[in-house]
């Protein structure tokens, strides 16, 4: 059973915000209602952990949420995350791999940056943007699996440096070698 502690916000416009709990799961920290207790990821509750979980009820990421975790190695984001803050996974310089559920739209800036042994990621044909930076400094990727066909990867709106190492990215029956990592338009 979580560990709880009930917290109060004072928004007058937020319904929904009546009864908000803290609680902990796979060494991170949520905030949520007594319907999902795990609705919003808000960090790690150390740092020094190689292994996290996301809750599989898990709607939203902070920013921020795991940034510099530097033993974390592996992690799933999983289908249930529609919305990540940017820089989440930042410094976590340990990360080799890392799966990208279905529902999540976009990478945000920054969001892998850092991360220098991280050398699989699986993206999901949900992804319509990948922010600037998003795996800057990570040195060891240099390839990217896309669950989707080459139109739906070229139609991704990439930022600025949004994978410099990345040399290739492989698709379902289809291999893209040197993709430009400077923004399309």
């Known amino acids: 059973m979580p560990k709880s502690k009930k917290i109060m916000f004072p928004l007058d416009d937020c319904s929904d915000c009546d009864g908000l709990e803290f609680s902990i799961y796979g060494n991170a920290k949520y905030l949520g209602n007594q319907s999902n207790p795990y609705l919003v990821l808000v960090g790690a509750t150390a740092t020094t ?8 009820k898990t709607h939203v990421i902070l920013e921020n ?3 510099n975790c530097k033993r974390l190695e592996h992690i799933v984001i999983p289908d249930s995350v529609n919305s990540m803050g940017g820089c989440v996974f930042l410094g976590c310089s340990a990360l080799e791999s890392v799966t990208i559920g279905n529902s999540l739209r976009a990478i945000p800036n920054a969001t ?3 991360c220098l042994n991280l050398s699989t990621v699986f993206i999901p044909e949900s992804i319509t943007s990948i922010g600037n930076g998003a795996f800057y400094h990570c040195d060891a990727l240099t390839c990217v699996h896309y669950g989707g066909t080459i139109e739906t990867w070229n139609a991704i709106k990439k930022g600025l440096e949004w994978g410099r ?13 040197e993709p430009t990592c400077s923004p399309n338009d």
């Open 112 to 114: 892998f940056a850092g």
């Open 165 to 177: 190492n990345v040399k290739k990215v492989i698709g379902n029956g289809w291999e893209l070698t």
């Open 49 to 56: 952990y190689k292994r996290y979980e996301i809750n599989p």
């Open 65 to 67: 949420a795991f940034k």
